[in-house]
Structure formats: structure tokens, C-alpha cells
């Protein structure tokens, strides 16, 4: 399966050889090898460095992905089961910032935990692994399952494991599983003003 994408301008290899696989091998994602992918995302960009970004992770085999994997859409659960760890993405959407006493809403708290979710993906693949974010998940389930308080968000739950061989997937699936491309540059950045198009 080819995986070559093609820039409209030069950048990073990084960005293009980066995609998101459902199949997966199964093996075994070490404790420490999931520390550096947090420990990446911890590292992001944060407005205010209020770093508004928490993660809940689960290793292969335990109860606590168990909880997780329970959480997540029927479309979902069959391939993700595969993975080798799964991390729900929260972003905090009130916090106290520094020299202050009273909680204030984090309007960005969105954005800088995407940040952080990218940081970890690009991580994850400079060491050898694949990720694949999922908003398909039962937030409700969720919420209770990790005991989520009021003042966060889970804004995704990611896969992570190494990329194995399509044919493991139901054939829907199977036919998806390679690089899909982006729309072009000019559809998504104008200068001056938001002429996009229709």
C-alpha cells in the first residue's frame, strides 16, 4: 500500500507520512514508550500556558481499557480493540489562573488540547507508532466510566498501536486504510479576508 502524499509546498516529511490506520497488530505498547507520547503533548503550546489538556490512558489488556474501549461507538469498538493503548483527550474548560482565586472559563481550551493531541501523534510516529483520534465515543459512558468532573471535556479517545495489515479489518474498513488526501491550500487559507469559496 502506497502512502505517498504530495505537498502543494515543501514541509517536514513528518506531516505527510503521518495518517490515521484502524488496523493494528496488537502488540504490546510499552508503559515508558506511552510516557514519552505524553510527555510530548505536554510540551504543546498553550495560551496563557494555562496547559488546559488532560489525558486518561489505558493499556492493552487492563480494566481500565476495558472501560474505555466500553465507551466508544459500535463503529469503533471492533477495530480499536486491536490497539495497543487507547487515551481519552479532556481539555479543562475552567481554571484558576495564576494570581487569581476564582475560576475563569478557558476559551481556548479546545484549541491548545489539540495542540497537545498533535504533538503526541507526531511523537507516537517518530517512534515507530500509529494514532488514530475518535469522536466516536458514548460521552455519557464516558463520563461516568473515567469520573470526568464538570469542569472538563473529553474532547477525543485516541488509538494507538502499530500498523498491521488490512486484511484484519471487516472489508468497509479495508478499503480505507490508506492516506486520504487534503483539500487544497487555496480552499483553506485567503489573504486578508474569508474568501473560501462556496
Not at 88 to 110: C, F, I, Y
Not at 145 to 154: D, N, S, Y
Amino acid at each position: 500500500m502506497s502512502t505517498a502524499r504530495t505537498a502543494e509546498h515543501p514541509v517536514d516529511p513528518q506531516f505527510t507520512e503521518r495518517w490515521s490506520p484502524r488496523g493494528y497488530t496488537g502488540e504490546a505498547l510499552p508503559r515508558e514508550q506511552l510516557m514519552s507520547l505524553l510527555e510530548a503533548a505536554r510540551w504543546a503550546p498553550s495560551a496563557s500556558n494555562q496547559q488546559p489538556w488532560r489525558f486518561v490512558w489505558a493499556l492493552a489488556g487492563t480494566p481500565a481499557f476495558d472501560a474505555i474501549h466500553a465507551g466508544l461507538m459500535a463503529g469503533n469498538q471492533g477495530w480499536a480493540a486491536q490497539a495497543s493503548a487507547l487515551v481519552v483527550v479532556l481539555s479543562v474548560r475552567s481554571q484558576v489562573p495564576a494570581g487569581q482565586t476564582e475560576p475563569k472559563a478557558n476559551p481556548w481550551a479546545s484549541f491548545d488540547a489539540g495542540a497537545a493531541w498533535m504533538s503526541l501523534a507526531l511523537q507516537a510516529r517518530a517512534s515507530g507508532w500509529d494514532t488514530h483520534a475518535m469522536g466516536g465515543f458514548e460521552r455519557t459512558v464516558l463520563d461516568a466510566a473515567l469520573q470526568v468532573p464538570a469542569h472538563m471535556a473529553i474532547e477525543a479517545v485516541v488509538a494507538i498501536g502499530r500498523r498491521g495489515d488490512p486484511a484484519v479489518l471487516p472489508e468497509a474498513l479495508r478499503a480505507r486504510e490508506q492516506p486520504n488526501a487534503r483539500l487544497p491550500l487555496a480552499a483553506l487559507a485567503a489573504e486578508g479576508r474569508c474568501d473560501f469559496g462556496a
